[in-house]
């Protein structure tokens, strides 16, 4: 179970934790991080606290059980957000032959996004 940090929230840092964290701390928010004999030191100074500075995201694929997201690559920071998903322009039945006639998922082409 995790959390989807949120800008201004602290969590307390734990080695069950870190794996979602790391990149977050180190890489968006650029801070130097050392986990060390079970402690963390950040900039530093050893810690056992984070307070985020941006808000994240957790992004889903629109293809479940094979989709490049959050699952994979984590959190996405908000200033990594350029867009918003508005209709779906292709819908294929991963489960059909290639050149089925109902391969092509018509009823959801060109259907706006909620």
């Known amino acids: 179970k995790f959390w989807v940090p949120k800008k201004g929230a602290t969590i307390t840092l ?3 934790n870190i794996p ?13 991080l050392v986990e060390k ?4 030191i950040i900039d530093g100074k050893a810690t056992t606290k984070y307070t985020f500075e941006m ?10 059980y094979n989709s490049a997201d959050s699952r994979m690559w984590g959190f996405v920071p908000e200033d990594h957000i350029v867009g918003k998903a508005v209709f779906v322009w292709m819908s294929i039945d ?14 959801r082409v060109f259907r706006f996004v909620d």
């Open 14 to 16: 734990t080695e069950e």
């Open 20 to 32: 979602y964290y790391r990149r977050i701390i180190s890489v968006y928010e650029g801070h130097s």
């Open 37 to 40: 004999d079970g402690k963390y």
């Open 55 to 64: 808000n994240y995201y957790w992004m889903m694929g629109d293809n479940r």
């Open 94 to 107: 991963p489960n059909k032959p290639l050149f089925s006639l109902d391969k092509i998922r018509w009823s």
